[in-house]
């Protein structure tokens, strides 16, 4: 079962990394995890208690990075198809049209 912290601990550890602490380094001083300490620091942001970028937010631009990167090998595969498809010079096959003297 996770460690419970006290509301007031919480306060604390986020007050000196806020003071400019590294996370990390405070971390491995208190003996905790720097995720939980990054956990901490989201719930905060997320509740609207601090200033920075919510968690859905975050997660809406991670899905809107990951389809602009889609669109932009699909255009990249359709503009060397269709550069493919010009250099050859492709004709189709001989047609009742192509075939009228």
């Known amino acids: 079962m996770p460690r419970q912290y006290s509301p007031q601990f919480r306060e604390r550890v986020l007050a000196l990394v ?4 590294d996370a990390g380094e405070l971390a ?25 970028v919510d968690s859905t937010l975050t997660a809406e631009l991670t899905d809107a990075r990951r389809r602009i990167r889609e669109l932009e090998e699909e255009l990249s595969a359709t503009r060397l198809a269709a550069s493919i498809l010009k250099d050859e010079r492709i004709r ?10």
């Open 18 to 21: 806020h003071d400019g602490r």
């Open 28 to 52: 491995a001083e208190l003996r905790i995890s720097a995720a939980t300490i990054y956990r901490w620091r989201q719930e905060r942001i997320d509740a609207g208690d601090i200033p920075g």
């Open 92 to 101: 189709p096959k001989g047609g009742s049209r192509s075939s009228r003297p």
